[in-house]
């Protein structure tokens, strides 16, 4: 029946091949052999989610086992939930067809703050009840993870269990250990008991009281069963030894990152102050370049991609770049594979790398100053000189480039109106560099884009105290922005302000937000990040219907003593060490990365000792 319905609304649907399943390496199995059923949530469009790395790997691990079925699920599109929810076809798995309500977990993947609203809408399209509490028998086990695990309070009363860090011995535990308890009839509460007792980096919201104090804000935070406290994210010491698939589903249809990715690092050595990715993802860790390359060509060769990304939060970091480039350019070249580079930083871009780039990346270079001013680059920790900037772009321009994109942000903490036009004169300076230049592109003009984002200060930064901008103060710099820009060679983009706040709101909420997400829900709300959904006014209606201010969690300043929603949670970076950078970040005082010395950060006690034992 659920095919017959399939094949009469698939042709009413934009971009069908969304919903159909049957790709290269998508994996089938046979369902009388299985014990445990996984479905694969990612709260987005099928583009969006085929494209995440991070999916790509945790499908293929599951699927490892002979007694696991793991199956991938994606928000559909609204002209697609129409036709579901007329025909009365319940969301499903993409390789089996079966709904949502038949597998033992539902799995999602946090991503981004405004996916919040769609994985209650898909919960709902499942024919679950969105409360955990409500959901009383242990399958459907509805379970979270990814980054916004780091502070999952605002959506804490929906999910049952989450996973904080690193999921490739995590997950198949918790599914090994779910297994049995199924086997046993255990119940949900006393699988969950065992679960977050047993397995690293497992938090159940439901054994944690939160109490808070006349002014809103949290008077503290208690187990009320005998569970963990603080609850540590799991990880992967070595990851020369950690599961890496050889073969990625193909997409029938495009996606925002189409191509082979393999992944060369994790962590980040620089602290950028701003950057939650880069402290809730450390100690740093690298991948030998010979296992990078077997990755790499394996890849290739099951999947037919024409492209292969080197994934990670600052690739030119990674110490074993040049050999790793060497080893791969012997394959790539003949397999007219092309190998791209995100993530360079200024101030280790060289001639000898622009040399091994050009072979292999056509379009314009990218980079992150992130601030238009040394101060702001300073208080940031950014670590880069306005002369590195513009020495690589000169690089870059008698290397043969025209193009360079540049990624700022707005509403940083100190921030001054000089500070925005300072983003304007950088760029205006790195275009009158390249007319300046005898040995310049002849006969082409340089193009310079400046993007910028309004600043969402996050949980687990040295930024998590800090007041964001509000709505109206972004939209002024915004108009200081454009009017700073004096020459045709600029072209400037920057996010809605309206997206930014409430991002912000939910980044550093607490429980209290469970309710305005579900009646922002009912309201309408989902697939917040895209522009054609996005409803502001329905947002706002929720907050005053639940009696919530969203300028409490957007708008206000910390003391470094209050209890933030997340401080139960360890990551593994103390909070006496962002309250050290965040002092010296009002200093403007840097901070040098940790390869050149350890700032005592914390994180180095997840491996049991030194980040760097060369160093």
Known sequence: MMMDKLNRILPLVQKP?????????????????????????FPDLYEVGMSHLGMKILYSLLNEKENVWC?????????????????????????????????DFIGFTLQYELCYTTVLNMLDLAGLPVRSKDREELTPLVVAGGPCTCNPEP????????????????????????????????????FLMQAAKEIPGIYVPMFYDVAYRSDGAIDSVKPNEDVPFPITKAIVKNLDQVYYPDQFVVPFIETVHDRAMVEVLRGCIRGCRFCQAGFIYRPFREKNFETLNKNGRNLCDSTGYEEISLSSLSTSDYSQLEPLLDKMLTWTDESKVNLSLPSLRIDNFSEELLDKIKKVRKSGLTFAPEAGTQRMRDVINKNISEEEVLNTCKTAFEGGYTSVKLYFMMGLPTETDDDIRGIIYLAQKIVDLFYSLPTKPKGKGVNVTVSVAGFVPKPHTPFEFEPQDTMDELKRK?????????????SVKYHASDVTVLEGVLARGDRKLCDVLETAWKKGCKLDS????????????????????????????????????????DYGVTKAFLIRENKKAHESNTTAHCRAICSGCGANCLLGGNCFDAR
């Open 71 to 103: 199956e991938r699920v994606f928000a559909p599109g609204a002209d697609m939930e129409a036709q579901m929810r007329q025909n009365n076809i319940p969301l499903y798995g993409l390789e089996s067809f079966d709904p949502l309500s038949e597998f």
């Open 17 to 41: 091949a969304r919903y159909t399943g049957g790709e290269l390496n998508s994996i089938m199995k046979d369902k009388n052999k299985i014990e445990v059923r996984f479905a694969f949530c």
């Open 478 to 490: 915004q108009a200081i922005l454009l009017d700073t820009v004096r020459s045709r060679k600029i």
């Open 530 to 569: 895209w522009d054609e959904f996005f409803s502001l006014e329905r947002w706002n209606e929720a907050y005053a219907e639940c009696g919530i201010d969203p300028a409490f969690y957007s708008n206000r300043l910390r003391s470094y003593d209050e209890i933030l929603p997340w401080d139960h949670l």
């Open 155 to 190: 959506i804490a009363d929906f999910i049952d269990l989450f996973m904080l860090g690193e999921g490739e011995e995590q997950l198949p535990a918790l599914v090994e250990l779910y297994r049995k308890a199924k086997a046993e009839g255990r119940s949900k509460k006393a």
